[in-house]
């Protein structure tokens, strides 16, 4: 069984850059089925995509955040991470990672991490 | 594209039917999920294709619509059912959510 897990600092410095880790287990992240990706929610407020990665590198970014996202793929730990630079406390959030199918008719996110809180602030 | 989901708010009581709308500012054909998301926990999928269930999710729930409309119904609500659901299209990226509709006893 699929399982996605979010790690690192929970409190990072404004115009620093959020560091995250997601460690897959049940599937390798070399699988040319998926996207690998990420998503996240201000506490209280609705989701909001990030972007997504594929194993062979094709990436989607949401325009809004494009500048300062970077997600990436080590197949050697089964893992992929994102780097979001820049922050302020809007990009306080509880980050989730995700799964999903890159067949267009059921490319929705069908397995998500348990998410972690990061908090920017001084 | 932007989705709007209504109402914001659904006040019901065990037993009874949910009825939630999601609408999209242009057509997603059907590709738009649902999603069910508890206080502490990750969103679960629930509905995708716009009226297939995820794996597991119980009969109870069902989906339909197709280009800007779309509907998800809970035909019985169980306790277990009270939660905050989100529509998700991905139809175009940037893939987008709907603010979400509480269902709250």
């Known amino acids: 069984q699929l399982q996605l897990q979010e790690s690192g600092p929970g409190l990072v410095q404004p115009s620093e850059t959020l560091s995250l880790t997601c460690s897959v287990s049940?599937?390798?992240?070399?699988?040319?089925?998926?996207?690998w990706g990420w998503i996240r929610q201000p506490p209280g407020k609705g989701l909001e995509w990030i972007g997504s990665?594929?194993?062979?590198?094709?990436?989607y970014y949401n325009p809004s955040l494009r500048s300062r996202i970077t997600i990436s793929v080590d197949a050697s730990k089964n893992h992929f991470s994102l780097k979001l630079s820049s922050v302020t406390a809007a990009d306080t959030a509880f980050y989730y990672c995700?799964?999903?199918?890159?067949?267009?008719?059921?490319?929705?996110?069908?397995?998500w991490g348990q998410g972690t809180l990061v908090t920017v602030s001084s | 594209i932007v989705l709007t989901q209504s109402p914001g708010t659904l006040s019901l009581s065990p037993g009874e039917r949910a009825t939630l709308s999601c609408r999209a500012s242009?057509?997603?054909?059907?590709?738009l999920a649902w999603y069910q998301q508890k206080p502490g926990q990750a969103p679960r999928p629930l509905i995708y294709?716009?009226?297939n269930r995820a794996t597991g999710i119980p009969d109870r729930f069902s989906g339909s619509g197709s280009g800007a409309d779309f509907t998800l119904t809970i035909s019985r609500l169980q306790p277990e059912d009270f939660a905050v659901y989100y529509c998700?299209?991905?139809?175009?990226?940037?893939?987008?959510f709907g603010q979400g509709t509480k269902v709250e006893i």
């Open positions: 995700a799964r999903r199918n890159e067949v267009v008719t059921i490319r929705y996110f069908d397995s």
């Open positions: 049940g599937d390798s992240i070399t699988s040319s089925s998926y996207y």
């Open positions: 990665m594929s194993y062979s590198g094709t990436t």
């Open positions: 242009r057509s997603v054909e059907t590709y």
């Open positions: 294709g716009a009226s």
């Open positions: 998700q299209q991905y139809s175009t990226s940037p893939w987008t």
